[in-house]
């Protein structure tokens, strides 16, 4: 083609038809840039289509954190408003004057120390970020409301520390100067069956001392506060589960629609 090109030039510069030439030679220019425009807009196609799928890959990736978030918070929620009917239970016990009363002291104390911290999935965020491929998120619905969640979850974060502290100061410190710990538990058994074993052989002189250690932990000033701090700081918590929630179902239901749309 180019050989045919070059010989009809030719022909025409031999036979002095040099307005034809330049209208041919103009016409050929046209051409090019015509076929550059379209390799470009080819190349521009293919990139765009590699950077879809990518996109849609990591809009997957998103999907099955934030669901499985959404298990998590839904439990997190459960374990929170335990720990708020615990602590009230406990700042309206009586004093406990039998072995069943201190049994159900030493459930409501297991239920409201025991700790456990929630933890977003926040891998492929984690991933998008420190490669700098957030932009790849041509919705900026997504992306407003994924760094939104994202912010919840550093501030739910902050009140679980503030929080945890605050139950060493009050609770945990105060705990193990005032009342022994877990002592309906039988510990020997409970280590040799690596789950909780009551403790059946009691002493009437035992569960004295028990009843005097009880009666201290619960009308302790500082065990009280710390009790009021943790059913108002689980209650604030439960609450900011609640509204992760909400945005978590509002994000995935962006992120459906935008894979419809692929």
């Known amino acids: 083609m180019i050989k045919l090109f070059r010989k009809v030039r030719q022909q025409m510069l031999t036979e002095n038809k040099f307005s034809k030439y330049l209208l041919y030679a103009v016409g050929e220019i046209f051409l090019v840039v015509i076929g550059i425009l379209i ?5 521009n196609w293919n990139t765009d289509q590699q950077l879809r799928k ?3 890959k990591y809009l997957q990736k ?3 954190d934030l669901q ?34 201190e049994f159900k002291l030493d459930n409501l104390i297991n239920s409201l120390f025991h700790w456990k911290e929630y933890a977003p999935r926040t891998n492929t ?14 919705n900026d619905s997504i992306k407003t409301l994924l760094l939104d969640i994202e912010a919840k979850n550093l501030l739910e974060s902050t009140g679980n520390e ?6 060493h100061k009050y609770l945990y410190d105060r705990h193990t100067v005032l009342r022994e710990l877990s002592p ?3 510990t020997r058994a409970t280590t040799i069956a690596m789950r909780p074993v009551r403790n059946t052989l009691i002493t009437p002189e035992q569960l004295l001392i028990l009843n005097k250690q009880s009666e201290a932990f619960l009308t302790d000033l500082t065990v009280r506060n710390g009790l009021k701090l943790a059913a108002l700081n689980n209650a604030h918590l439960a609450g900011m589960y609640k509204i992760l929630i909400l945005e978590t179902e509002r994000l995935i239901g962006f992120i459906d629609e935008d894979l419809k749309e692929k």
């Open 39 to 43: 390799a470009l807009n080819i190349n």
């Open 54 to 56: 990518e996109e849609v």
């Open 62 to 64: 998103l999907k099955v």
């Open 68 to 101: 499985a978030d959404l298990q998590n918070l839904d439990a997190f929620i459960i374990a929170r408003n335990e720990k708020v009917s615990s602590a009230l239970a406990l700042l309206e016990m009586p004093m406990p004057d039998n072995e069943e009363a």
């Open 125 to 138: 965020l984690q991933e998008l970020t420190s490669s700098a491929k957030l932009s790849i998120l041509q």
């Open 162 to 167: 503030h929080m945890k502290r605050e139950f």
């Open 184 to 186: 309906t538990m039988d």
